[in-house]
Every structure is written in structure tokens, then in C-alpha cells.
């Protein structure tokens, strides 16, 4: 794989294919964000942030917040294990 041939991180941030909202994606993100902030008083600042990160990650990829969230929440919990309540 060629390293090089790739765009460069300053020229693809300056022309999105799209315009960017940034009032809509942080009233997007902030169900995540809130969670993390809550998960972190139970469970530490690193497994929270990890879990707020990998949510919005798959709301960037599409998914809703709840099936985001349940889909996070599962990796951590073993098969058939029933999923928490959100705070």
C-alpha cells in the first residue's frame, strides 16, 4: 500500500463534499457525549471516552443513538447478557 498517494489531510478538510453544520453535529453528538460524561463517574475517563468516541463513530457510519449505544454497550458485556438501562 502507497502512503503517498492518498490526499492530503489540510486539502480534503478544506473542500468537504458537503457542507458542514457544526450546530447540527454537536446537537447530534451530545447524547453521546453525555453518556461518556456519566460513564465516567462510574467507570473511569478512559473506558468512558472510548465509549463516547466509538458511539459517534458509528452515528458518523449511520446508526441512531440508541442502536449506536447498544451496540457499543454489547462489546463489553458477555452474549446474552441483558444491556443496562441508559443513564
Same mark, same amino acid.
Given at each position: 500500500m502507497n502512503f503517498y498517494n492518498h490526499v492530503p489531510y489540510n486539502d480534503y478538510y478544506r473542500n468537504p463534499q458537503q457542507a458542514v453544520n457544526p450546530q447540527q453535529i454537536l446537537t447530534l453528538i451530545n447524547p453521546a457525549v453525555s453518556h461518556g460524561l456519566k460513564e465516567a463517574q462510574q467507570l473511569g475517563y478512559q473506558h468512558a471516552l472510548t465509549e463516547a468516541v466509538a458511539i459517534g463513530y458509528l452515528m458518523g457510519k449511520? @446508526?441512531? @443513538?440508541?442502536?449506536?449505544?447498544?451496540?457499543?454497550?454489547?462489546?463489553?458485556? /458477555? /452474549?446474552g447478557t441483558p444491556t443496562p438501562t441508559p443513564y
Open positions: 449511520g @446508526y441512531d @443513538y440508541n442502536t449506536a449505544w447498544k451496540t457499543v454497550e454489547s462489546w463489553w458485556r /458477555p /452474549p
